[in-house]
């Protein structure tokens, strides 16, 4: 039986996936840092706290915290098989293809034998001067002689705690993504092997796979219900794998997604993702970024005329405003509440910093940047219940509490 269960963005939070900053991001640099995705480089010490803080919060409210890293140790731990197979396709993804190489991190990687240090392993990068056996100074092979001992031969992946953006929860089904950036792609091998082999979610039905050539990313998919998704036409998220994963939901016996709201945001850093402009914190209340307004284009997708053809869908265009959209899938009135209440310079400001990235506990119960003061007590004043976690050098990434997790399991809401 699949262990994910998500009808709505709202519904109580009852267990979450996160993962804590590790050594990957002492791996960042300046020059990096635009290869990365990162726009500077956090302080590790302090970002391991404020995520410490982040997932105490969530257990003082009766979540369940979950880790992407012992959920990957408990999947390696199964078989020496499995290992092996995670082991030579990590390398495949890394770029790992010189013979001398490849060799020598496969019995590096294969030796460690506590399965968490390996997945962390991993996950931090690897340096040529961290691997035995590679002597530069005394090599007889070119490739030796042109790489120094600091050159990463697996790259860093320090986006993981946005454990957001892999997969998507769907009802009880998951969207396991290819993402935009061969950096962030590389993430998602962790949770392949989870939906594929986790004793816990290995039958969890797969609506969308990395096979696919269009990228599509979580931050971009919003359950509306249990009929309803909002996804992002984006930076991230591909018109293609929007039509995919639409043919995929409609035509799959176990899934109860009808609609689609393709939401079209322009594609810039500062609205990544459609969470970056628009949650949803409440039964219907939502907050928005003001920027989106003018340039917002909404599309409804739905099965075609001929049910029984896999390429039939009808995509049509919605002109109203985004309340009224709203309204007509939700069946009752709405409130849309935009970041700094509407002061076009905090706005553009918190907003940067994620000031609409609100992570919804329970209805009307949000975790959001305690930075992001205009928006907080914006939202306090509209009665909705604000839990402040400090986030300095968690918002380098540019990501909110949103961003840094998946929720795997929801109570259904009562509308």
């Not at 909002?230 to 939901?249: E, F, P, V």
């Not at 402040?388 to 961003?403: D, K």
Request: glycine letters at 6%; proline letters at 5%; one cysteine or more.
């Amino acid at each position: 039986m699949s262990g994910i269960h998500v009808t709505s963005e709202i519904g109580k939070l009852k267990k979450v996936l996160l993962h804590r900053p590790g050594k990957e991001l002492l791996h960042l640099t300046p020059d990096s840092l635009s290869r990365l995705l990162f726009d500077d480089i956090p302080y590790l010490p302090d970002a391991q706290k404020e995520h410490d803080a982040f997932a105490k919060a969530l257990k003082a409210n009766g979540v369940e915290v979950v880790y992407l890293e012992d959920l990957m140790a408990e999947v390696i731990d199964l078989s020496p098989e499995i290992k092996e197979e995670f082991i030579e396709q990590f390398m495949d993804e890394a770029g790992i293809n010189s013979y001398k190489y490849r060799g020598l991190v496969y019995k590096y990687l294969k030796d460690i034998k506590n399965s968490k240090k390996l997945v962390l392993k991993t996950m931090e990068g690897i340096q040529l001067s961290s691997i035995p056996k590679i002597n530069m100074r005394t090599s007889n092979t070119l490739e030796d002689f042109v790489n120094t001992p600091d050159k990463f031969i697996a790259e860093p992946m320090p986006n993981l705690y946005f454990t957001r953006d892999n997969f998507a929860s769907v009802g009880e089904g998951v969207d396991l993504h290819h993402m935009y950036s061969q950096t962030r792609n590389r993430e998602c091998i962790y949770a392949e092997y989870i939906f594929k082999y986790h004793p816990d979610y290995k039958d969890t039905e797969k609506y969308y796979d990395r096979s696919y050539p269009w990228s599509t990313e979580g931050g971009d998919l919003l359950n509306i219900n249990k009929h309803v998704v909002a996804i992002g036409i984006s930076q991230r998220t591909m018109s293609q794998a929007i039509d995919q994963l639409a043919k995929n939901y409609f035509k799959s016996p176990g899934c109860k997604i009808d609609t689609i709201l393709a939401f079209s945001i322009p594609e810039s850093r500062a609205f990544m993702h459609l969470d970056t402009v628009f949650t949803q914190i409440d039964k219907y209340t939502f907050t928005y970024h003001p920027g989106i307004m003018d340039t917002l284009q909404v599309f409804e997708i739905t099965d075609g005329n001929n049910p029984n053809s896999f390429e039939d869908l009808t995509v049509k265009e919605i002109n109203d405003s985004l309340d009224k959209i709203l309204e007509t899938y939700l069946k009752h009135p709405v409130k849309l509440i935009p970041c700094a209440g509407g002061d076009k310079v905090a706005a553009e400001r918190e907003q940067w910093n994620d000031g609409s990235n609100t992570l919804a506990i329970a209805p009307g119960v949000v975790v959001v940047y305690d930075r992001n003061n205009v928006t907080n007590e914006v939202l306090k004043e509209e009665g909705i219940k604000v839990i402040e976690i400090h986030g300095a050098e968690l918002s380098r990434g540019r990501g909110g509490p949103r961003c840094m997790s998946m929720p795997l399991e929801r109570e259904d809401v009562k509308w």
